[in-house]
């Protein structure tokens, strides 16, 4: 299946996290691989120049330090061509209630209007928190749906359970 219109975009983090010990694949990485093979769709990394440390602590009070300052940290990869894309998948943890500030730095720099958001969120115990409505308010040309959110200790030990509530967003959505 190849999906020309629509473009998963993702933010994750391997190392050190709530719940699910040290891990070495993020759990947004895993669940915006699977989102790209439901789809056949192309899978972009929202990663940072400067990345973030393994170590949950040290990567809490850089996060924390870029959220207070509504920082926009340089990206490390290129941008993907936008030019045929409707529609994001966009994937990424719940940080403190909102996006990790990465993710602000790539929707800042693309063109979001007229472009459709889907909200994959992964946690571990807020869902969503205020994502959907950060991104309303930050991209107001965008149209954000309704997302969906998984737990990322779910996401790193159940992947049926992962890939079925997965689909189902999906398939809701009738982008599948
Ligand atoms: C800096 C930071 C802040 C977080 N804040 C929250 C939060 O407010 N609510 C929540 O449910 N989970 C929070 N989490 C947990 C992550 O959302 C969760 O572990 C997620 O599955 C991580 O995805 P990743 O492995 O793709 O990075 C936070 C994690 C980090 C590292």
């Not at 200790?153 to 999906?170: A, D, G, M």
């Amino acid at each position: 299946m190849e999906n020309g219109n629509t473009l998963v975009a993702y933010f994750s983090r391997s190392g050190e996290n709530y719940k699910v010990g040290v891990v070495e694949k993020g759990s947004a990485k895993i669940l915006a691989s699977y989102a790209s093979k439901m789809l056949g769709a192309p899978e972009y990394e929202i990663a940072t120049v400067d990345g973030y440390p393994e170590d949950l602590l040290e990567c809490n009070k850089l996060a924390r330090k870029e959220l207070d300052e509504n920082a926009r940290p340089a990206l490390k990869n290129m941008l993907p061509d936008m030019s045929s894309i409707k529609n994001i998948v966009l994937v990424y943890p719940n940080w403190w209630g909102d996006l990790p500030m990465a993710v602000y730095s790539f929707l800042d720099k693309i063109n979001t209007d007229g472009i459709t958001i889907y909200p994959v969120c992964t946690h571990e115990d807020n869902g969503l928190g205020m994502t959907e409505r950060m991104l309303s308010q930050a991209y107001p040309k965008a149209s954000v749906q309704k997302g969906v959110a998984i737990r990322g200790s779910v996401v790193q030990s159940s992947p049926f359970q992962t890939e079925s509530t997965l689909k189902k967003y999906l398939e809701d959505r009738e982008l599948i």
